[in-house]
């Protein structure tokens, strides 16, 4: 739904479901250079957002939110919905497994808070 809603805002939004072999184990959504948010980091503009990465509970720990991640890095250094320098994603204080997963990937945090979430950035180029 949220993604739906951004898209008839004349937002760039994608949604991806994250299988393995036959089932699914996760959903994740990325999205390309918030105009009207005020609250959004300054990163924000003219790049890409890796606005939501979950894999279920069940299929955590299993190397699966690693390729995942890998594949949508990939992917968005196609440049699929415009021309970006970086790739930004924010997690909640505390949640260990999440920072260690982004920083592994090359994520480095860039200052900003999301709220009260800690913004990581990756370099597209």
Known sequence: MEAYATQNENE?????????????VGFTMINFNVF???RAPK???NNYCLWRFMIDQRYQGKGLGK???????KYVKTMPLG?????YLSYVPGNDYA??????????????????EIVLVLDLE
């Open 12 to 24: 760039k939004v994608e949604t991806f479901a994250v299988y393995e072999k036959d089932t699914l």
């Open 36 to 38: 009207d948010w005020e």
């Open 43 to 45: 990163v924000a503009r």
């Open 67 to 73: 390729k995942a991640l890998n594949e949508i890095i």
């Open 83 to 87: 021309k970006g320098e970086k790739l």
């Open 99 to 116: 920072e260690k997963l982004y920083k592994d990937a090359g994520f480095v945090p860039n200052g900003e808070k999301d709220g009260e």
